[in-house]
């Protein structure tokens, strides 16, 4: 049973526009979340991540939004750019119950048309 | 420069080979992962270590073997017993820590069968 959901697995945008991707998880416990980035045949790069005692955290373009009571995260890129086209993978864990293994979603493609 | 550093970058495996993925890390963290990615597939754990010595299993660590005789190396086998290997594999590292898991990938190792 998938815990992290990525339910669309692409995405379009025009540059410029805004990015809306999407991670829903059925673990109330999870208490930590992270966005990676992933191009072809590279590692994952660590975006931005966000603790379940926040609602929002920003860094630059990148903006997370954790709603616990719908257990729903977003992550917003804005503006989107080219070089943002890439896999974006959604993961939790259970830091307060010491669970250090991190549950990963499937993953959405973005791509950002010029 | 700090990183993780993978070798080879791509390893081809003959029917009934072992064969052995290398990481090793700079970074001075404590937690070691091996992680595999399958073509629209997410994250998946194999094995994974938080001190020197000591290594948990994943979530499909059968076919697979590893070692942490360094802090700085975590070396992967995957044995004849994987029935099938191929795939993309990413080796992680982390400090430990109870307010964030953010994890450091490498480039990763694509592994084919021939």
């Known amino acids: 049973d998938q815990q992290v959901k990525q339910n669309s697995p692409s995405l379009s945008v025009q540059e410029g526009r805004i990015s809306i991707l999407n991670c829903d998880y059925t673990?109330?416990?999870?208490?930590?979340f992270l966005w990676y980035k992933k191009y072809p045949a590279e590692g994952p790069t660590f975006l931005i991540s966000?603790?379940?005692i926040k609602d929002k955290n920003e860094d630059g373009r990148f903006t997370v939004f954790l709603n616990k009571s719908a257990k729903h995260l977003s992550l917003h890129i804005v503006p989107s750019q080219p070089g943002d086209s890439a896999v974006y993978f959604c993961a939790a864990s259970d830091l307060a119950g010491n669970n250090r293994k991190l549950i990963w979603g499937l993953g959405t493609s973005l791509a950002v048309n010029p | 420069d700090g990183g993780i550093t993978q070798s080879p970058k791509y390893l081809f495996r003959k029917e009934g080979q072992n064969v052995t993925l290398s990481c090793e890390q700079n970074l001075n963290h404590d937690a070691m992962y091996w992680y595999r990615q399958d073509p629209g597939q997410g994250l998946r754990l194999i094995y994974y270590s938080q001190i020197v010595n000591d290594f948990q299993k994943g979530d499909i660590a059968e076919g697979y073997s590893v070692s942490r005789e360094k802090k700085e190396s975590f070396p992967l086998t995957v044995t004849s017993a994987q029935k099938n290997p191929t795939a993309f594999y990413l080796c992680a590292s982390s400090i430990i820590s109870t307010a964030n898991e953010k994890l450091f990938f490498g480039s990763g190792t694509q592994l084919s069968v021939l």
């Open positions: 966000i603790s379940s």
């Open positions: 673990n109330s416990m999870f208490d930590y």
